[in-house]
């Protein structure tokens, strides 16, 4: 994934058509540019997958603990 984004970058460098570079890296030609400007704004960093933000766990408090030893009540 980030390997596909920096190619788009260096396909672009060396000034070929945006459709050439798009069927090469085999993605939309609309996604191109997108990919582009995250890169001039951001460099490489920007390109970088970022990570999905995660909901807070539903733990409830009001349940009842274990020994490590394991539970001998019946």
Known sequence: MFCDRVQIV???HRGRQQQHN???VCIN???MQP???TYL???LNGLRPRK???HAGNIRVDW???SAAGS???
Request: charged content about 35%.
């Open 72 to 74: 001998s009540q019946v």
């Open 22 to 24: 798009a069927a090469d």
């Open 10 to 12: 260096l396909l672009e």
């Open 52 to 54: 999905a933000k995660r």
């Open 41 to 43: 704004v951001g460099g």
């Open 35 to 37: 990919r582009l400007i």
């Open 64 to 66: 009842p603990t274990r």
């Open 29 to 31: 030609r609309r996604s």
